[in-house]
């Protein structure tokens, strides 16, 4: 890993071109559990050829903007779990769950057998990323919690042991990730701010188990959800963060930008590296290397500046390309002025 004070990463997505991925069907399924595959604007026989492409340009802007440890952009997603997801054996898929949420209507896959990882699911677009860039890469997993509330049980016993298969198979890919030369592998947490009683009973035995054996530097990222999906209204404070502590993973990664976080809590996590969420992704509006400067420094005084990692508050799906850019380059910007007045 960079030894650079507060070295810049980002979270994982960065937008879609327009020419890949209609945005408003996209926007208009709210992260799809199951596959989308109306949301590609390319044919069949195209969309990988398409999705390398779009590939290389979300290397090459993280590159041009001068991140630390970037991403593949998450190009070939239809969202940050379901390519994952549904690549299990003991899922159905095609024959979905209808989960209802407030007005909403949201299709999840159905368990109905053993789970399985019938091969490796992202270890060719993390070879990809590695074979494109001289940056660190990290690579991006759904966790066992998140995916084990994104499914409907037909077949385990209880929730807990839903989440610990879920968890071994996991735990297969990272370690073919690990293998690969992935420099931090991911777990995308979000249902562990959704679901606290359940986090507290089994969330932290099931990421364990997860991460079993992984030698690599591991990360957790939590948030509240996509600044352009979700309400602005976001909360001051998560219901399950402080007890990441007594996890295995090296990095917690959190949102504090948009929801102005207190981040006092941020003194229960000193055995952990903090990736710092301080781009708002609510708004295309490109804020001030100034302002970013003031949200990294806010954290000063709570997390040493060798444990601190300067971010986006999520994964920047949902921004215009230009918009992505520009934050990017003002986060870079922002991590050097507060470096240089250390």
């Not at 070939?76 to 407030?102: K, M, Q, W």
């Not at 940056?135 to 966790?143: D, E, F, M, V």
Request: glycine residues 6%; hydrophobic residues 40%; aromatic residues 8%.
């Amino acid at each position: 890993m960079s030894t650079k004070l507060l070295a810049t990463t980002v979270i994982g997505s960065y937008p879609q071109p327009r020419w890949l991925v209609d945005h408003e069907i996209l926007k208009a399924k709210l992260v799809p559990r199951v596959h989308a595959h109306e949301i590609w604007r390319v044919p069949s026989p195209y969309l990988e050829e398409a999705q390398n492409d779009a590939t290389l340009i979300a290397i090459r802007d993280q590159e041009l903007a001068g991140i630390d440890t970037i991403t593949d952009g998450e190009m070939r997603r239809e969202s940050y779990s379901n390519r994952f997801g549904t690549a299990l054996s003991g899922i159905d898929s095609e024959n979905p769950y209808i989960r209802r949420v407030e007005t909403f209507e949201i299709p999840v896959p159905r368990v109905v057998g053993a789970l399985g990882r019938p091969g490796p699911i992202e270890v060719d677009d993390l070879r990809f990323l590695k074979r494109h860039t001289t940056r660190l890469a990290k690579i991006t997993l759904p966790g066992p919690f998140t995916l084990c509330k994104q499914a409907y049980n037909e077949y385990y016993a209880d929730e807990e042991a839903l989440a610990m298969a879920y968890a071994e198979v996991v735990n297969a890919e990272a370690l073919e990730l690990e293998a690969a030369g992935a420099d931090v592998i991911q777990l995308d947490e979000p249902w562990l701010r959704n679901d606290p009683d359940g986090a507290n009973r089994f969330g932290l035995k099931a990421i364990n188990r997860a991460l079993q054996g992984v030698r690599t530097t591991t990360a957790i990222h939590l948030c509240f959800g996509y600044g352009f999906v979700v309400s602005h209204q976001k909360p001051k404070a998560y219901a399950f963060l402080a007890q990441l502590a007594d996890c295995v993973v090296n990095q917690v990664s959190i949102e504090a930008a948009q929801p102005h976080l207190d981040l006092g809590v941020l003194r229960e996590l000193s055995n952990k590296t903090i990736v710092l969420g301080v781009v708002d992704l609510a708004t295309n509006e490109v804020e001030s290397i100034e302002v970013l400067a003031e949200r990294i420094r806010r954290a000063l005084p709570f997390v040493s500046p060798d444990r601190l990692i300067p971010a986006p508050d999520c994964g920047m799906k949902y921004l215009s390309r230009e918009a992505a850019f520009g934050k990017l380059q003002a986060l870079v910007g922002a991590a050097d002025l507060v470096r240089g007045s250390l």
